[in-house]
Nanobody, 115 residues
Framework: QVQLVESGGGLVQAGGSLRLSCAAS????????MGWYRQVPGKRELVAAITSGGGTNYADSVKGRFTISRDNVKNTVYLQMDSLKPEDTAVYYCNSKPLPFIPYWGQGTQVTVSS
């Protein structure tokens, strides 16, 4: 069974930083491009993704501010978020990219950016 455990969210002022972590099941992690998604009511957005070899891509809305990385020994993917803006407020989840046909979601981690 897939396990995805996100952590590291919190409340931060605009301009601040947070580092999110996601521990994933080993097989799932090794087989997939991993991504960070964020969810606000009515909308889910893929913000960053990383291949097993370290290739990355980012949504335009976070490019230059967020950095995704992964540790293939710890089966963990990270999201370093700098220069945070109020519009970054969301629940953040990790999962594969693309999503599985029937995706399992972890509990997510809430990020709240105050102005």
């Amino acid at each position: 069974q897939v396990q995805l455990v996100e952590s590291g969210g919190g409340l931060v002022q605009a301009g601040g930083s947070l580092r999110l972590s996601c521990a994933a099941s080993g097989t799932f992690f090794r087989r997939n491009v991993m991504g960070w998604y964020r969810q606000v009511p009515g909308k889910r957005e893929l913000v960053a993704a990383i291949t097993s070899g370290g290739g990355t891509n980012y949504a335009d809305s976070v490019k230059g501010r967020f950095t995704i990385s992964r540790d293939n020994v710890k089966n963990t993917v990270y999201l370093q978020m700098d220069s945070l803006k109020p519009e970054d407020t969301a629940v953040y989840y990790c999962n594969s990219k693309p999503l599985p046909f029937i995706p399992y979601w972890g509990q997510g981690t809430q990020v709240t950016v105050s102005s």
